[in-house]
């Protein structure tokens, strides 16, 4: 029986989680995290979305992101991924859990608890002390106006 389709909103926001199966590590390196963003750019310029936080974790992703066709660009991201790692990493099958979380943000009240949420990974796991300290997120892009790898899309609302 097929998969029920996504309900998306015309322009809508989402926070996508994506996480590695059985809880697998899918970012072994620095390399890894930068293809996944390399990715990303890749397939944001092809699907014309809006990326307004990002951070992969050692295996999971969070994105936040604004798209009409987030289920496209998600297959294209997860898929390249996944055989970029098959390959470098010699091994066969999934690497991801399932389809991709997706929850609706309602941009003028629930966004900046989710952007916040996001960025703060990686201190609430206790990779790093302070948001800024994490390379791999959106946070030194936005806050610190550091290299953002093409990625952070303005807050135009």
């Not at 050692?58 to 992101?65: Q, Y």
């Not at 066969?92 to 629930?110: C, F, H, M, P, V």
């Not at 300290?133 to 550091?146: E, I, Q």
């Amino acid at each position: 029986m097929p998969r029920k389709a996504r309900n998306l909103v015309k322009n809508g926001c989402y926070h996508v989680i994506t996480r590695g199966i059985d809880q697998m590590e899918t970012f072994h390196c620095d390399e890894d995290r930068r293809k996944y963003l390399h990715l990303l750019h890749k397939y944001k310029r092809k699907y014309k979305f809006k990326l307004y936080a990002w951070c992969p974790m050692p295996n999971h992703v969070h994105l936040m992101i604004s798209s009409d066709k987030l289920s496209k660009a998600m297959q294209c991201i997860n898929l390249s991924y996944s055989q970029y790692h098959n390959h470098k990493y010699d091994r066969k099958g999934y690497l991801w859990q399932d389809r991709y979380k997706s929850y609706s943000i309602e941009k003028d009240k629930y966004f900046a608890n989710v952007l916040q949420y996001i960025e703060y990974n990686p201190v609430r796991a206790r990779i790093v002390e302070n948001p800024e300290d994490y390379p791999w997120s959106s946070y030194r892009a936005r806050v610190l106006g550091k290299d953002d790898f093409g990625l952070l899309d303005p807050i135009d609302f």
